[in-house]
C-alpha cells in the first residue's frame, strides 16, 4: 500500500503524559499536513510542513504540541503533558508539488484519561 | 470567518437513487474545493476537487458544482450504494496547496 501511514491507529493515556505520533507520506510527497478531528466535527488544521521546513502553525498547537520533519519524509507529532481536551483523532495528509490534492491517513486516535 | 458549512448534518437517500449533498462556503476568496468522504473509524478520502474558474466537474458517478454567486457548493452521488454510506464534508482552500477548511459533514444513510 503506498498511501499516508500513521502509527499506531490508537493510544490511551494518562493525563499529564507525553505520546508521540508518526506518519509516513506518501512516497514523493514534499507537502505533509496534520490535523485534528474531535467527535462529530470536522479536522482542523495543526500545521505543515514543506519539505523539513515547517511553514505554517495553527493558534491551535499550544506550545505543549511539537510537530517535526527532520529529513523531509516522516514527521512525528509529539504533545506533552497531555490534557483530557486533547483526546481526537490526530490526521496526516500529504500532497505533492504537481498534484496538490491532499490524500488523508487513517488517523491516530488518542483518549487521555 | 473562514469557515465551511453545510446544510444538513443527516440525509437518508433510498438505494438506486441520486444523492445531492450541499454545502455554503463563506470565504469568497477560496480559489479550490474539494469534497471528501469519512467513513467510520478513517481518515477522509478525497473524492472530487474543482477549481474556483469551474462550475461543474463531473468524476465516476460523483459531480461536483460550484455556484460563486451565492458560494454554494453540491456534490451529486449517482445510484446510491450501500458503499456510499459515510459523513461527507465539503472542504476550501485560498491556494490548491495550502490549509484545508472543512466544514461539519453530513452523514449519509442509505436507505434499503
Known amino acids: 500500500d503506498t498511501g499516508v501511514s500513521q502509527d499506531p491507529r490508537h493510544k490511551i493515556t494518562k493525563r499529564g503524559q507525553n505520546v508521540t505520533f508518526r506518519c509516513d507520506p506518501i512516497?514523493?510527497?514534499?507537502?505533509l499536513y496534520w490535523y485534528r478531528q474531535t467527535l462529530g466535527q470536522g479536522p482542523e488544521f495543526l500545521t505543515y510542513f514543506q519539505n523539513e521546513a515547517q511553514l505554517e502553525k495553527s493558534r491551535l498547537l499550544s506550545d505543549r504540541f511539537s510537530a517535526e520533519r527532520p529529513k523531509g519524509s516522516f514527521s512525528t507529532l509529539e504533545i506533552q503533558r497531555t490534557e483530557q481536551g486533547d483526546s481526537a483523532m490526530y490526521l496526516c495528509a500529504s500532497s505533492s508539488l504537481w498534484q496538490e490534492t491532499q490524500y488523508f491517513g487513517p488517523g491516530t486516535r488518542l483518549l487521555v484519561l | 470567518g473562514e469557515s465551511v458549512g453545510l446544510h444538513l448534518p443527516t440525509l437518508s437517500v433510498q438505494e438506486g437513487d441520486n444523492s445531492i449533498i450541499n454545502c455554503a462556503y463563506s470565504n469568497s476568496a477560496s480559489d479550490y474545493f474539494i469534497w471528501y468522504k469519512q467513513e467510520s473509524g478513517k481518515g477522509p478520502q478525497f473524492i472530487i476537487d474543482i477549481r474556483s474558474n469551474m462550475d461543474k466537474r463531473q468524476g465516476q458517478r460523483v459531480t461536483v458544482l460550484l455556484n460563486k454567486t451565492v458560494k454554494h457548493l453540491s456534490l451529486q452521488i449517482a445510484a446510491t450504494q450501500p458503499g456510499d454510506s459515510a459523513v461527507y464534508f465539503c472542504a476550501e482552500t485560498l491556494n490548491r496547496d495550502d490549509k484545508i477548511i472543512f466544514g461539519k459533514g453530513t452523514r449519509l444513510h442509505i436507505l434499503p
Open positions: 512516497s514523493e510527497h514534499n507537502r
